[in-house]
T-cell receptor, first 114, second 111 residues
Framework: DSGVTQTPKHLITATGQRVTLRCSPRSGDLSVYWYQQSLDQGLQFLIQYYNGEERAKGNILERFSAQQFPDLHSELNLSSLELGDSALYFC?????????????FGNGTRLTVT | TQLLEQSPQFLSIQEGENLTVYCNSSSVFSSLQWYRQEPGEGPVLLVTVVTGGEVKKLKRLTFQFGDARKDSSLHITAAQPGDTGLYLCAGVGDSNYQLIWGAGTKLIIKP
Protein backbone atom coordinates (compact mmCIF):
# COMPACT_ATOMS: atom_id res chain seq x y z
CA ASP A 1 0.00 0.00 0.00
CA SER A 2 1.62 3.24 -1.20
CA GLY A 3 -0.52 5.45 1.03
CA VAL A 4 -1.83 7.37 -2.00
CA THR A 5 -5.59 7.09 -2.49
CA GLN A 6 -7.33 7.74 -5.76
CA THR A 7 -11.06 7.82 -6.37
CA PRO A 8 -12.98 6.64 -8.22
CA LYS A 9 -11.26 3.47 -9.46
CA HIS A 10 -13.34 3.35 -12.61
CA LEU A 11 -15.26 6.01 -14.47
CA ILE A 12 -17.36 5.59 -17.60
CA THR A 13 -18.75 8.67 -19.25
CA ALA A 14 -19.80 10.04 -22.61
CA THR A 15 -18.02 12.37 -24.98
CA GLY A 16 -18.45 16.02 -24.15
CA GLN A 17 -18.88 15.40 -20.45
CA ARG A 18 -16.78 16.63 -17.54
CA VAL A 19 -15.31 14.50 -14.74
CA THR A 20 -13.28 15.09 -11.59
CA LEU A 21 -10.64 12.69 -10.34
CA ARG A 22 -9.54 12.89 -6.74
CA CYS A 23 -6.24 12.11 -5.05
CA SER A 24 -5.18 12.02 -1.41
CA PRO A 25 -1.37 12.01 -1.10
CA ARG A 26 0.68 10.00 1.35
CA SER A 27 0.65 11.51 4.82
CA GLY A 28 3.29 14.24 5.03
CA ASP A 29 3.92 14.50 1.27
CA LEU A 30 3.61 18.02 -0.09
CA SER A 31 4.04 17.27 -3.81
CA VAL A 32 1.33 15.78 -5.97
CA TYR A 33 1.79 14.72 -9.57
CA TRP A 34 -0.77 13.71 -12.19
CA TYR A 35 0.06 11.31 -15.01
CA GLN A 36 -1.86 9.85 -17.93
CA GLN A 37 -1.14 6.32 -19.18
CA SER A 38 -2.73 4.98 -22.34
CA LEU A 39 -2.97 1.25 -22.98
CA ASP A 40 0.40 -0.49 -22.67
CA GLN A 41 2.26 2.78 -22.85
CA GLY A 42 4.49 4.78 -20.57
CA LEU A 43 3.54 7.64 -18.30
CA GLN A 44 2.76 11.08 -19.67
CA PHE A 45 3.36 13.80 -17.10
CA LEU A 46 0.47 16.23 -16.82
CA ILE A 47 1.09 18.56 -13.88
CA GLN A 48 2.74 18.88 -10.47
CA TYR A 49 1.65 20.79 -7.38
CA TYR A 50 3.70 21.55 -4.31
CA ASN A 51 1.97 22.67 -1.13
CA GLY A 52 -0.95 24.14 -3.04
CA GLU A 53 1.04 25.88 -5.77
CA GLU A 54 1.54 24.72 -9.34
CA ARG A 55 5.20 23.64 -9.67
CA ALA A 56 5.52 22.18 -13.16
CA LYS A 57 3.39 21.59 -16.21
CA GLY A 58 3.75 18.83 -18.75
CA ASN A 59 1.62 17.81 -21.70
CA ILE A 60 -1.66 18.87 -20.13
CA LEU A 61 -4.45 19.85 -22.49
CA GLU A 62 -6.29 23.13 -22.02
CA ARG A 63 -9.47 21.09 -21.41
CA PHE A 64 -7.78 19.65 -18.32
CA SER A 65 -7.11 21.50 -15.08
CA ALA A 66 -6.01 20.59 -11.60
CA GLN A 67 -5.66 22.07 -8.16
CA GLN A 68 -4.25 21.18 -4.78
CA PHE A 69 -6.26 22.15 -1.74
CA PRO A 70 -5.05 23.36 1.70
CA ASP A 71 -5.42 19.82 3.10
CA LEU A 72 -3.07 18.75 0.25
CA HIS A 73 -5.54 16.57 -1.59
CA SER A 74 -5.72 17.23 -5.30
CA GLU A 75 -8.32 17.08 -8.03
CA LEU A 76 -7.88 16.69 -11.77
CA ASN A 77 -10.74 18.06 -13.85
CA LEU A 78 -11.23 16.78 -17.38
CA SER A 79 -13.81 18.56 -19.54
CA SER A 80 -15.23 18.30 -23.07
CA LEU A 81 -14.12 14.69 -22.99
CA GLU A 82 -13.10 12.95 -26.19
CA LEU A 83 -12.70 9.26 -26.98
CA GLY A 84 -8.93 9.73 -26.96
CA ASP A 85 -9.01 10.80 -23.31
CA SER A 86 -9.76 7.21 -22.32
CA ALA A 87 -6.78 6.15 -20.23
CA LEU A 88 -5.49 5.40 -16.77
CA TYR A 89 -4.88 8.52 -14.73
CA PHE A 90 -2.37 8.20 -11.92
CA CYS A 91 -1.68 10.45 -9.02
CA UNK A 92 1.65 10.27 -7.22
CA UNK A 93 3.08 12.06 -4.23
CA UNK A 94 6.58 12.66 -2.96
CA UNK A 95 8.16 13.90 0.21
CA UNK A 96 10.26 16.99 0.87
CA UNK A 97 13.60 15.18 0.63
CA UNK A 98 14.81 16.89 -2.52
CA UNK A 99 14.63 16.33 -6.29
CA UNK A 100 15.68 12.68 -5.99
CA UNK A 101 12.65 11.80 -3.89
CA UNK A 102 10.86 8.73 -5.22
CA UNK A 103 7.25 8.95 -6.28
CA UNK A 104 4.55 6.97 -4.53
CA PHE A 105 1.72 6.14 -6.90
CA GLY A 106 -1.93 5.46 -6.31
CA ASN A 107 -3.63 2.64 -8.17
CA GLY A 108 -5.13 4.98 -10.71
CA THR A 109 -8.51 5.90 -12.09
CA ARG A 110 -9.49 4.11 -15.27
CA LEU A 111 -11.46 6.53 -17.43
CA THR A 112 -13.51 5.22 -20.32
CA VAL A 113 -15.11 7.75 -22.65
CA THR A 114 -17.83 6.29 -24.88
CA THR B 1 14.72 18.57 -24.10
CA GLN B 2 15.99 15.57 -22.17
CA LEU B 3 14.87 12.17 -23.42
CA LEU B 4 15.22 8.68 -22.02
CA GLU B 5 15.08 5.78 -24.45
CA GLN B 6 14.25 2.38 -23.07
CA SER B 7 14.95 -0.86 -24.86
CA PRO B 8 13.63 -3.30 -25.61
CA GLN B 9 10.02 -2.15 -25.65
CA PHE B 10 8.78 -5.70 -25.22
CA LEU B 11 10.45 -8.90 -24.05
CA SER B 12 8.94 -12.35 -23.61
CA ILE B 13 11.25 -15.08 -22.28
CA GLN B 14 11.13 -18.40 -20.49
CA GLU B 15 11.47 -18.79 -16.75
CA GLY B 16 15.10 -19.20 -15.75
CA GLU B 17 16.61 -17.06 -18.51
CA ASN B 18 18.57 -13.87 -17.93
CA LEU B 19 17.71 -10.49 -19.42
CA THR B 20 18.86 -6.90 -19.52
CA VAL B 21 16.79 -3.75 -19.98
CA TYR B 22 18.48 -0.53 -21.03
CA CYS B 23 17.72 3.10 -20.41
CA ASN B 24 19.79 5.53 -22.49
CA SER B 25 20.07 9.26 -22.97
CA SER B 26 22.43 11.85 -24.40
CA SER B 27 21.79 13.98 -21.32
CA VAL B 28 23.21 13.76 -17.82
CA PHE B 29 20.89 12.92 -14.95
CA SER B 30 21.48 13.65 -11.28
CA SER B 31 19.86 10.33 -10.42
CA LEU B 32 17.84 7.58 -12.02
CA GLN B 33 14.93 5.62 -10.64
CA TRP B 34 13.57 2.23 -11.73
CA TYR B 35 9.93 1.31 -11.19
CA ARG B 36 7.89 -1.83 -11.81
CA GLN B 37 4.22 -1.65 -12.64
CA GLU B 38 1.90 -4.63 -12.47
CA PRO B 39 -1.47 -4.72 -14.26
CA GLY B 40 -4.12 -2.65 -12.50
CA GLU B 41 -1.65 -1.00 -10.16
CA GLY B 42 0.53 2.07 -10.02
CA PRO B 43 4.30 1.90 -10.53
CA VAL B 44 6.34 0.95 -7.49
CA LEU B 45 9.89 2.15 -6.93
CA LEU B 46 12.53 -0.59 -7.13
CA VAL B 47 15.72 1.42 -6.73
CA THR B 48 17.34 4.83 -7.09
CA VAL B 49 20.90 5.15 -8.38
CA VAL B 50 22.72 8.39 -7.79
CA THR B 51 26.46 8.02 -8.32
CA GLY B 52 28.08 7.39 -11.71
CA GLY B 53 29.15 3.75 -11.92
CA GLU B 54 26.95 2.77 -9.00
CA VAL B 55 25.69 -0.81 -8.88
CA LYS B 56 22.76 -1.85 -6.69
CA LYS B 57 21.37 -5.32 -6.20
CA LEU B 58 17.87 -6.29 -5.21
CA LYS B 59 17.80 -10.10 -4.95
CA ARG B 60 18.05 -11.29 -8.59
CA LEU B 61 17.87 -7.74 -9.99
CA THR B 62 21.06 -5.75 -10.62
CA PHE B 63 20.89 -2.05 -11.44
CA GLN B 64 23.78 -0.04 -12.83
CA PHE B 65 24.19 3.68 -13.42
CA GLY B 66 26.60 4.59 -16.20
CA ASP B 67 29.86 6.30 -15.33
CA ALA B 68 28.74 9.47 -17.11
CA ARG B 69 25.26 9.29 -15.55
CA LYS B 70 23.64 9.19 -18.99
CA ASP B 71 22.46 5.60 -19.02
CA SER B 72 21.37 2.77 -16.79
CA SER B 73 20.66 -0.93 -17.05
CA LEU B 74 18.57 -3.47 -15.20
CA HIS B 75 19.72 -7.08 -15.32
CA ILE B 76 17.51 -9.90 -14.09
CA THR B 77 19.09 -13.26 -13.37
CA ALA B 78 17.03 -16.46 -13.59
CA ALA B 79 13.79 -14.63 -14.35
CA GLN B 80 10.63 -15.87 -12.69
CA PRO B 81 6.96 -15.40 -13.62
CA GLY B 82 6.63 -12.99 -10.69
CA ASP B 83 9.01 -10.63 -12.51
CA THR B 84 6.37 -10.04 -15.17
CA GLY B 85 5.40 -6.39 -15.46
CA LEU B 86 6.14 -3.03 -17.02
CA TYR B 87 9.57 -1.71 -16.07
CA LEU B 88 9.98 2.05 -16.20
CA CYS B 89 13.08 4.15 -15.77
CA ALA B 90 12.90 7.80 -14.77
CA GLY B 91 15.77 10.26 -14.65
CA VAL B 92 16.00 13.42 -12.59
CA GLY B 93 17.21 16.22 -14.87
CA ASP B 94 20.61 17.58 -13.91
CA SER B 95 19.57 21.20 -14.38
CA ASN B 96 15.83 21.48 -13.84
CA TYR B 97 15.24 18.51 -11.49
CA GLN B 98 12.20 17.41 -13.51
CA LEU B 99 11.53 13.69 -13.75
CA ILE B 100 11.96 12.37 -17.30
CA TRP B 101 10.34 9.01 -18.01
CA GLY B 102 11.28 6.26 -20.39
CA ALA B 103 8.48 4.63 -22.40
CA GLY B 104 8.79 1.37 -20.48
CA THR B 105 9.72 -2.25 -21.15
CA LYS B 106 6.91 -4.77 -21.00
CA LEU B 107 8.37 -8.00 -19.65
CA ILE B 108 6.60 -11.36 -19.74
CA ILE B 109 8.18 -14.39 -18.10
CA LYS B 110 6.60 -17.65 -19.22
CA PRO B 111 6.58 -20.60 -16.80
Amino acid sequence: DSGVTQTPKHLITATGQRVTLRCSPRSGDLSVYWYQQSLDQGLQFLIQYYNGEERAKGNILERFSAQQFPDLHSELNLSSLELGDSALYFCASSGPTGPNSPLHFGNGTRLTVT
Amino acid sequence: TQLLEQSPQFLSIQEGENLTVYCNSSSVFSSLQWYRQEPGEGPVLLVTVVTGGEVKKLKRLTFQFGDARKDSSLHITAAQPGDTGLYLCAGVGDSNYQLIWGAGTKLIIKP
